[in-house]
Every structure is written in structure tokens, then in C-alpha cells.
């Protein structure tokens, strides 16, 4: 487990040896801005831990910025690609389908889209999320836990003391080297570190 869970630590070095569009196809497009911002030297940053979130909400009112800095990211190694997706649809929904009354997410910023039956996809439109975590409550109660958030690191401004973290109720955002600024899920996470 630890072992599993440090090679699901991505550091700045893996990230470099990859192309944007790889990081793009991870959902994990802050890091292409953090490299930018941080080159020249090492800093410490905060990292959420989705292993110990609990998804309280804090992270989407907390943060100083007006839109959080936090986003949820998909794992799709980990997604089932359900029909009756627990992460998207409302408990209850009456109909699986897309309309705004049958979506969990209050701001519409998961798209689901028909693969081929019985599966579908699902994307974040990072714009629209504010980090409430319900979509992750959702899919860790009934999937697979392949959605989870994340601190995205070009719109954190890094706040020296940041207000998400202290009000944190599980203790799950952290200070550490601005060379492993997230902890991904899935297979993605993995295979950033084994492209070394
Ligand atoms: S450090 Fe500041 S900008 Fe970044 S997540 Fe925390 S409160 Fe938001
Ligand atoms: S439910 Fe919340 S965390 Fe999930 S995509 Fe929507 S806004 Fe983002
Ligand atoms: S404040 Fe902590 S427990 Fe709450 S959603 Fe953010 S990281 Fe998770």
C-alpha cells in the first residue's frame, strides 16, 4: 500500500519528460502552469491528500481565490464507465440522462458521454468545477473512486498560511516539496513514473 501509494506521487521530474498532451489527457493540466511558475527553484506547496479527504465542502468556500483552487480530477483506469453512475446522477434521479435535474454536480461541470452500451464517459470541465466534492462523495460511496480533487497548482497562489487548510477537518491538506505537488489514482499516476 505504501509502496503503491509512493508511486502515485508525481514529481516535477516525471512531469517534464512528458508532453503537454499526455498531461492534458490525465486532467491534470495545473501542473504544465506549476512548472512554468516554479522552475527556477525549489518551494513547498500544499498537497490534498484524496486518500484522507472526507469531502466536507470546505474546499469549494475556503480558498481566498473566488473560484477554488481546488478541481476534481478523473482517474479513467479506476471508472466503470457505469450507465447508473453514482458520481453524476442525483441518489433518486427518475431518469439516467442528462438533464440538469438528474445531475449531482451544482454547476453542471461533468459530461457524460455515450461510448457504446452500456457505457459512458465522464469529463470535468475544470472552469466549472469549484471543488465541493459531491461527485467524489458519490462515486466513492457506490464506484470505484475514480473521481477525487485535487489542488490545481497554476491557480493556487500558494498562500502562506492557506485558509482550506486551516479549516480542514481531516487534516488532509499538507505542506511538501514543490517537486511532488499531487498524489494521482489509477493507473495514470503510475504510468507518469514509469515513462522515467
Ligand atoms: S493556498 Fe490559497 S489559493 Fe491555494 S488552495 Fe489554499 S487558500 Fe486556495
Ligand atoms: S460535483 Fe463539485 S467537485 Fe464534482 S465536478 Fe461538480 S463542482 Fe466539481
Ligand atoms: S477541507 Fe479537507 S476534508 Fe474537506 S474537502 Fe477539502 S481536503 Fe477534503
Given at each position: 500500500m505504501a509502496a503503491e501509494e509512493s508511486k502515485n506521487q508525481v514529481n516535477r521530474r516525471d512531469i517534464m519528460r512528458l508532453s503537454l498532451n499526455t498531461i492534458a489527457g490525465l486532467t491534470i493540466g495545473g501542473v504544465a502552469g506549476m512548472l512554468i511558475k516554479n522552475s527556477s527553484s525549489e518551494e513547498m506547496v500544499w498537497q490534498l491528500d484524496p486518500n484522507i479527504c472526507i469531502q466536507c465542502e470546505k474546499c469549494s468556500t475556503n480558498?481566498?481565490?473566488?473560484?477554488?483552487?481546488v478541481k476534481c480530477v478523473h482517474s479513467y483506469s479506476m471508472c466503470?464507465?457505469?450507465?447508473?453512475?453514482s458520481g453524476y446522477?442525483?441518489?433518486?434521479?427518475?431518469?439516467?440522462?442528462?438533464?440538469a435535474e438528474s445531475q449531482l454536480c451544482p454547476t453542471g461541470a461533468i459530461k457524460r458521454t455515450f461510448i457504446e452500451d452500456p457505457y459512458f464517459e465522464y469529463t470535468i470541465d475544470e472552469k466549472l468545477c469549484i471543488g465541493c466534492g459531491k461527485c467524489v462523495k458519490g462515486c466513492g460511496s457506490f464506484g470505484n473512486g475514480s473521481l477525487y480533487l485535487q489542488v490545481q497548482h497554476d491557480r493556487c497562489?500558494?498562500?502562506?498560511?492557506?485558509s482550506i487548510a486551516k479549516s480542514c477537518p481531516s487534516q488532509a491538506y499538507r505542506r511538501v516539496p514543490?517537486?511532488?505537488?499531487y498524489i494521482l489514482r489509477g493507473d495514470e499516476g503510475v504510468k507518469l513514473v514509469e515513462k522515467l
Open positions: 480558498c481566498v481565490l473566488p473560484l477554488s483552487a466503470g464507465y457505469c450507465d447508473l453512475c446522477l442525483e441518489p433518486g434521479a427518475t431518469s439516467r440522462d442528462t438533464g497562489v500558494n498562500c502562506n498560511e492557506c514543490a517537486s511532488t505537488p
